[in-house]
Every structure is written in structure tokens, then in C-alpha cells.
């Protein structure tokens, strides 16, 4: 039998694993955090003067995906069902008017703001339609708030990886964990801090949501794989998930095609979903619930795999029990 590493070595070990995962981790994080920037951002222009037009596509070449809108309102109704981030009115005398919906990202909106004013080289005047909420004017609050829900999920599978034996168990605790979480994160965020816009019941459908989807994945491949499994889901689900959300920002501000590959991950989704459901009055939210509810399913599908592979050896050491116990008794 092979002799056990030693104290140091295993110290040595952990502090070099350690060392790589954060460093990884790290890069990894700063890197697609620090290359924000607009990347076909949906914007439009009213009336679609062909001088503006062309002055955006000079100063940001590839940043904005620019339409045309017949008049104010018709970019306002734009604005308010997400098809857009900010509509560029032109004025007379060479003046600019900006209508914005801060609320879809108040990190777009101050891109934006900036963009117009090098336009004019003038104070812009502002519109927002679909402001941000009063509580997180710069969205940094609600991005806050939103990161420890990853965590939990993650660290709340490796726990029922590792202490909880029965995968019915299991499923049974990871739906619990959604239901539970949706219902205390709500009160936090939506009235303790007030950083999510919208009803407390419509977040805690969001959160209980997004950690089932979590949490399901991750405790499902660990079930089936052991903690190889809880590495892989982990990995997909936080450390890939997280920084392609969009929640510090938006999905085009991040280097594509990652910041579309980000909302097909229950991160993406999630924030997204926050933000349509809370001050959009739902547009723009079929495509996150669907993602949402299909990894939820597969999570499940997970967890139903490993309940069904678990329950022979469970049903076998039951079983066994007695018939050790009486062979004992007997010598």
C-alpha cells in the first residue's frame, strides 16, 4: 500500500492548486471586466438623419447596431419594450437630444451620454424613459446582491454532494434550497436594501429559479460523478456564468460572442430576468425564463439519475445491515 503524503506535502499541494485556481480565476474575471465596451449595442436614431448616422458609426466603428425610429414616441415604445438602449433625437442647429433607458443599464446609459456629448461637443440634453431604480441609481448595488446568490448555490450542491447520502434526499434539498432562498433573498434585496426593482413575490420567483437551475446542475453531476462533478458544474455555472451575466453591465459590453454565449447560462438569464420583469413590465423576459426553466428541468433530470443510481446501494447496505449484525452476535 502506497504511503500517505505528508503533512507538508499536502500543504505544499493545496497552497500550488490554490495558487493556480486563483490565479485563473482571477485573470479570467478582471479580463472580461475590463474589456467592456459597446459591442453592436441596439440604439436608435429618430428620423434616421444620414449625418448622425454616419457620425456614430465614424467615432465607434462596430459599437452600435443603429435603427431608425419614425419619431419620439416611437423610440419611447422601443425603449420601454427593451429593443433598444437610448434613441439619439437631432435638433436644430446641430444639437442632440438623448432618450435613454437607464434601467436596462445604467452603465449603457452613462456610455451613451458620453457618446453624445463627443458628438456635439455640446451639454446633451437627457431623457431617461425607463430610468434606473432610486435605490441603485449606478446598478452597483444590485450587482452586489446578485453575486452572492451564485455563491450560495454552488457551496449549497458541494454540501449536499458531500453530506447528504440519499439522492432523494438531495432532490428534495435542492428544491427546498430554491424555495427557501427565493423567499429571503426577496426580502433582502427588494425591501432590506431595495436594490431590485419590481414585486417581492416576482424576485423570489427569479432567485428560486435561478438556484434551482444552479444548484440542481451542480448537485446532479456531483451525484452522478462524485466531486468531479461538482468541480464541472461549478465551473460552468460560476465561474463561467458570472462574469458573462451582463449584470454588471450588458450583455454587448462584453467581447463577443461570450456576452451571447452569457445568456444561455442561468446567470445571463437571471439578470436579464431581473431587470425586464422589474422595470419593463415583463418585455424581453420569454427568452430568460425559457433558459432558466431548461436547465431547472435538466438539474432535475440530474438529480432523478443519481436518486435512481444511489437507491440500489442504499436499498443493498440496508439490507446487509442485519445480516452482518446477527453473523457478529452469533460467533
Same mark, same amino acid.
Given at each position: *500500500? ?13 497552497? /500550488? ?34 449625418? #448622425? ?76 424613459? #425607463? ?23 454552488? /457551496? ?57 437551475? *444552479? ?61 425586464? #420583469? ?54
Amino acid at each position: *500500500m502506497a504511503a500517505s503524503a505528508s503533512p507538508r506535502a499536502e500543504a505544499r499541494n493545496i497552497l /500550488i492548486i490554490v495558487a493556480i485556481v486563483q490565479f485563473v480565476i482571477g485573470g479570467w474575471f478582471s479580463w472580461s471586466a475590463s474589456r467592456a465596451a459597446p459591442r453592436d449595442l441596439p440604439v436608435l436614431v429618430v428620423a434616421g438623419t444620414p449625418a #448622425v448616422v454616419d457620425a456614430l458609426r465614424e467615432a465607434a466603428p462596430g459599437a452600435y447596431e443603429i435603427k431608425e425610429a419614425a419619431d419620439e414616441d416611437a423610440a419611447d415604445r422601443a425603449l420601454r419594450h427593451r429593443e433598444a438602449y437610448g434613441a439619439f433625437v437631432p435638433r436644430s442647429g446641430g444639437e442632440l437630444d438623448l432618450r435613454i433607458a437607464s434601467a436596462a443599464s445604467p452603465v449603457v446609459a452613462q456610455t451613451l451620454i458620453r457618446q453624445a456629448g463627443e458628438l456635439t461637443g455640446k451639454p446633451v440634453r437627457v431623457t431617461d424613459v #425607463v430610468p434606473a431604480d432610486a435605490d441603485d441609481r449606478h446598478g452597483a448595488g444590485a450587482a452586489m446582491g446578485f453575486l452572492p446568490l451564485l455563491i450560495t448555490a454552488v /457551496i449549497a450542491a458541494l454540501l449536499f454532494v458531500l453530506k447528504v447520502a440519499g439522492g432523494r434526499a438531495r432532490l428534495l434539498g435542492v428544491v427546498g434550497f430554491a424555495v427557501a432562498s427565493g423567499l429571503v433573498s426577496s426580502l433582502g434585496l427588494t425591501h432590506v436594501s431595495g436594490v431590485l426593482p419590481g414585486g417581492y413575490l416576482a424576485n423570489a420567483a427569479i432567485v428560486a429559479l435561478l438556484e434551482l437551475a *444552479m444548484a440542481g446542475v451542480i448537485t446532479g453531476l456531483g451525484s452522478l460523478i462524485g466531486p468531479p462533478g461538482v468541480a464541472v458544474g461549478a465551473v460552468l455555472m460560476f465561474v463561467v456564468g458570472n462574469p458573462l451575466s451582463g449584470m454588471a453591465s450588458a450583455p454587448e459590453m462584453l467581447p463577443q460572442p461570450l456576452g451571447t454565449v452569457g445568456q444561455f447560462l442561468p446567470p445571463g438569464a437571471a439578470a436579464t430576468l431581473f431587470r425586464s #420583469v422589474g422595470s419593463f413590465d415583463g418585455a424581453g423576459a420569454g427568452g430568460p425564463v425559457l433558459v432558466l426553466a431548461v436547465w431547472s428541468l435538466i438539474g432535475l433530470g440530474l438529480l432523478y439519475a443519481g436518486a435512481r443510481r444511489t437507491a440500489p446501494k442504499l436499498a443493498s447496505v440496508t439490507v446487509s445491515d442485519p445480516l452482518q449484525a446477527a453473523a457478529r452476535s452469533s460467533r
